[in-house]
Every structure is written in C-alpha cells, then in structure tokens.
C-alpha cells in the first residue's frame, strides 16, 4: 500500500472585501458580560481530501483592546477539536493587563500533534476572550492568520 504524505494550507479567518490598506480582519468582536468568554470567530477546517494527521502548523494573529476603559484586563486563548468535539486548548490563558483602548496585536504559533480530541479531520479553530469589565473588551483577527494541515492519505 502506497501511503502518500499532504500538506494543506488554509487562511481561513477574515475573509471578505480587498481593504486599502492590504490588511483585512474579521468583524470586531465585543464583550458584554463580566468575566465571560466570547468566541470572536469559529472556523472548520477540512481538506479536499481526508487522512490521518501528522501534524498541524498555526500562525494566528489577532488584536486586543478596551472600547474605552484605561484598566481593563483581557484574557484570551486559542482553542482546537475534532469537529464537533470537546475544546483542546492550543496555549495557556494569555492575560493582558490594563489593556488600552489601541489595539494591540499578538501573534501565536507553533506545530502540533495529534492529541487527544484533535487528533482528525475535520477539525475546528476558535479564538475566544473575555474582559474583567462590562461591555469593555474588543478583539479582531488577521486575515494572515493560517493553517497548515500535514496529514496521510492511502
């Protein structure tokens, strides 16, 4: 049996009108009630073929800031899973404190394994935050945000 090895890239958040800048992000994305994650956007990622993961690359961008609060703190983090599966967290919880009202943009990345409940195809990427204020916490992500999928395919 011959095995063939795939790798699949996909940019899958923000996607929409050409901007003047070059820089497209998803709609911005409010909090509203205290210390309550938000999912900012949801995003299914299926290949045009199906196999046996590898291993999974991401490069996620995205930016954080109050709407009009100087001591605001945010937290947020990206999570993965199986479709329709139970949430695997890609990193710990990212605090930023007193956050702003100007955007700051942060970027994570890293390759993974398959671990338990990401570990097929298709799978779902998440990013959701949440602020210690009311109706205070903001967040967008970059259209340069993307996914490489390495997976097996007899």
């Avoid at 800031?65 to 329709?84: E, F, H, M, P």
């Avoid at 903001?138 to 395919?153: D, H, L």
């Amino acid at each position: 049996m011959t095995v063939t090895v795939i790798e699949h890239i996909e940019y899958p958040f923000a996607k929409g009108n050409l901007t003047a800048d070059g820089i497209q992000w998803c709609a911005e994305k409010d909090t509203t009630t205290l210390n309550t994650d938000v999912d900012v956007e949801s995003v299914t990622i299926k290949p045009p073929t199906l196999g046996e993961m590898l291993e999974v690359e991401f490069g996620l961008t995205a930016a954080f800031r109050a709407v009009s609060s100087a001591t605001a703190d945010l937290i947020y983090k990206w999570q993965v899973r199986n479709k329709g599966g139970t949430w695997v967290e890609l990193h710990t919880a990212v605090t930023k404190t007193n956050i702003g009202t100007t955007y700051i943009e942060e970027t994570r990345s890293g390759r993974f394994k398959p671990v338990a409940n990401f570990n097929s195809l298709p799978f779902e990427v998440r990013l959701i935050f949440q602020c210690n204020e009311t109706n205070e916490g903001r967040v967008k992500i970059k259209n340069s945000s993307y996914v490489r999928v390495k997976y097996a395919v007899a």
